[in-house]
């Protein structure tokens, strides 16, 4: 995971802009690697990317330092997405969703690399009938890599309930790759 500097926590604190534009170029490609993800939506993505750096600065006086300071923006992204799927008519797959995952299913080449639009594709396809929480923990932790405990710290949750909704994400989606005719078994 990305870590900035100390000092320029410190600097941004202090209310100075220009360590803040170093904070905001560091950390947006990661906040909306997890709203694009979240939200299956790239524009309500760019929006929830201004959202979250707007909410760290207004608040990043009361930023603790103790806690590690990329998990803080985490769980400021996570929380902005959270309000807005509550506020988002459920996010349906779209027929074009299921060709572009069958179309990246069946690809050989497995270093290819995603476009954003794709990746809505196929997460749309793959988070149908998952639940909030279980799509948040599943982002946080297969999407974005997150350990456990960041998960943990992210979204408030304890180590069981982070567990049941990430087993929950699981045979969801599991199931829901067996409905396309993908062969999980293998």
């Given at each position: ?112 690399t ?11 396809m ?38 049941s ?22």
């Open positions: 995971m990305i870590q900035i500097e100390s000092d320029i926590v410190a600097r941004c604190q202090q209310g100075e802009k220009e360590a803040f534009r170093r904070v905001v170029q560091t950390y947006q490609r990661m906040v909306f690697s997890l709203a694009l993800k979240m939200l299956c939506d790239e524009d309500e993505a760019k929006d929830m990317v201004q959202e979250t750096f707007i909410r760290v600065w207004l608040n990043i006086r009361s930023y603790d330092t103790k806690q590690n300071f990329v998990t803080w923006i985490y769980t400021i992204a996570t929380r902005i997405c959270l309000d807005r799927l509550k506020s988002m008519k459920h996010t349906v797959p779209l027929p074009d969703d299921e060709l572009v995952f069958r179309r990246y299913a069946s690809d050989a080449d497995t270093h290819r995603l476009e954003n639009k794709e990746w809505v594709s196929i997460v749309r793959l988070a149908d009938g998952l639940g909030e929480k279980q799509r948040q923990v599943f982002t946080l932790c297969h999407l974005e890599g997150l350990s456990s405990a960041e998960v943990e710290e992210i979204t408030g949750m304890d180590a069981k309930q982070v567990k909704n990430l087993y929950v994400a699981r045979q969801t989606i599991r199931e829901r790759l067996k409905q396309l005719g993908y062969d999980t078994d293998r």
